[in-house]
């Protein structure tokens, strides 16, 4: 099998992706910078980040756990439609109130990384369609397309805002320009959904048979639902430490510290994003030789050293340059974490607990944001979120290996 699959559904769930994180890494890059300029205090920025993934953590439980049962494409549409709308209030208005809406109601990505119901249900459409030794090839390949999307997007909405305030528009409107754009690819990806054939759909999975309702408290899964939980827990634990460190803010923090402009901080994310990409594509490579597990805590951790080391660079090329190092091995974990997942449980429960994990994440995610406002706000406590991000994520890798090191899938 390679990435030329004669599967149209496969090219076709590589396109969303694409087309998705673009529209991320475009509004990210510049999204605290917008709600500064529509003027949000940090507190309230904080606030809206942090509702914003309350709200897609909601949407993401209510879609992915009926996906199976009413329909894939049905529930990808869904999430697609509410990007629309979450960039449409964005780009009309700037009432506190109204973004507060949006954010929480609508699907946005503080971080440029993934966010709201589409990962889990393309992952297990993608599970269904390629050979288990073949999944984290194809999940390496789909986090690659993914950073370079959102690398080009992150590339493009800096410029974008950069060359339209050097014609004189307001910085406000400039920033409302990549909202409108990013409700555009909401469109885009409403159309490509409904292109998709039934074969996605779970009822073709298992033979016919209706997928089974799931529980209030099991949530589809079976047998694997402890290990699952155990999982979630700590990934939930990874992903607060993330949300200190979130794109969006850490353009602001280099925009505060080093007076970045829009342009160079859309550059900085492209190649951090590219980077991302590459070392998400080694990692299928390195868990031959020491297996998943290994390869998501031993590369991890020296990411997270290079994280607690940005912000005591003096300057911003070397900023820039521990940055990127620590890019460069970040994302070897995406991969391997996402096949280790699908590995633990059987396949009539993979959806659900693909679903589960990543809601999980963003849970975490969104308590940190509300914590990281007003530390940013404070030139004296600006690096702390840096710090706190790093220490975290450590004690996160050293947790999964003591819980899950003796595991055999």
Partial sequence: MNLLSPNRDIRLLFATRILRMFAYGLLSVVLVLHLASSGLSESQIGLLLTLTLLGDTG?????????????????????????????AIFAATRSFWLLLLAAT??????????????????????????????????????????????????????????????????????????????????????????????AVEARAALGGEPPPRPSLF???????????????????????????????FVAYWFQRRFGASPSLLGSIF???????????????????????????????????????????????PLAIAVLLVRFSISQMDVPTRQA????????HERSAAAGITGIARTVGASFSPIVAGPLYASAALASVPFFLAGGIKIAYDLLVWRAFGKVKL
């Fill in 270 to 316: 492209f190649g951090a994003n590219i980077l991302a990409g590459l070392s998400a594509l080694t990692a299928s490579h390195l868990a031959k030789r020491i297996g998943l597990l290994a390869t998501m805590v031993a590369t991890h951790i020296p990411s997270n050293v290079l994280l607690l080391l940005v912000p005591l660079m003096p300057s911003l």
């Fill in 340 to 347: 280790y997942t699908m590995a633990l449980v059987p396949e």
């Fill in 59 to 87: 949407i993401s439980l209510l879609i992915t756990t009926r996906a199976d049962r009413r329909g894939r494409r049905r529930m990808l549409v869904i999430g697609a439609c509410l990007m629309v709308l979450a960039g």
């Fill in 218 to 248: 099991h949530l589809g899964l079976g047998a694997s639902r402890n290990k699952i939980f155990k999982l979630a827990g700590l990934f939930s634990l990874d992903a607060f430490a993330g949300g200190f460190v979130v794109q969006a």
């Fill in 105 to 198: 109601v609508g699907v946005i990505s503080p971080s440029g990384n993934e966010v709201g119901p589409f990962l889990a249900v393309e992952q297990a459409a993608l599970t269904q369609a390629t050979p288990r030794e073949r999944h984290t090839w194809i999940f390496a390949w789909y986090n690659l397309a993914a950073s370079f999307a959102t690398a080009f997007g992150s590339l493009i909405g800096g410029a974008v805002a950069g060359t339209l305030q050097s014609y004189g528009v307001g910085a406000l409107a400039s920033y409302r320009t990549l909202a409108c754009l990013y409700a555009v690819a909401g469109i885009g990806l409403v159309a490509v959904f409904s292109r998709m054939s039934s």
